[in-house]
């Protein structure tokens, strides 16, 4: 029974930085992809970025591509996000994820559910 616990979310300004956290608690971290997503009010849950079990291939959805940043650290049972020049449309509830696979990239795959940590962005 993997739990995820998000953490990091905030309040902060365009253009700003945020690096939000997601503890895993169970022993097959190591062997599960990891993803983030988001949900603004009113849309649906996207995919933001994954990162694979061995932190080796990463992927990113184009609205963050080089802006955000996945990494993991198998050691402390953590994933990463770093979010680097915020936008408001970059405002919702992130979620983390993992899935007992390589690769985690839709929502459908996922396996397990963080709470979820709020975002916002203010101009």
């Known amino acids: 029974q993997a739990q995820l616990v998000e953490s990091g979310g905030g309040l902060v300004q365009a253009g700003g930085s945020l690096r939000l956290s997601c503890a895993a608690s169970?022993?097959?971290?190591?062997?599960?992809?990891m993803g983030w997503f988001r949900q603004a009010p009113g849309a649906d849950r996207e995919f933001v970025a994954a990162?694979?079990?061995?932190?080796?291939?990463?992927r990113y959805a184009l609205s963050v591509k080089g802006r955000f940043t996945i990494s993991r650290d198998n050691a402390k049972n953590t994933v990463y996000l770093q979010m680097n020049s915020l936008k408001a449309e970059d405002a919702a509830v992130y979620y983390c994820?993992?899935?007992?696979?390589?690769?985690?990239?839709?929502?459908?795959?996922?396996?397990?559910w963080g709470q979820g940590t709020q975002v916002t962005v203010s101009s």
């Open positions: 169970g022993r097959t971290f190591s062997n599960s992809a």
């Open positions: 990162i694979s079990s061995s932190g080796h291939l990463t």
């Open positions: 994820a993992a899935a007992r696979s390589v690769f985690v990239s839709r929502v459908g795959e996922v396996e397990h």
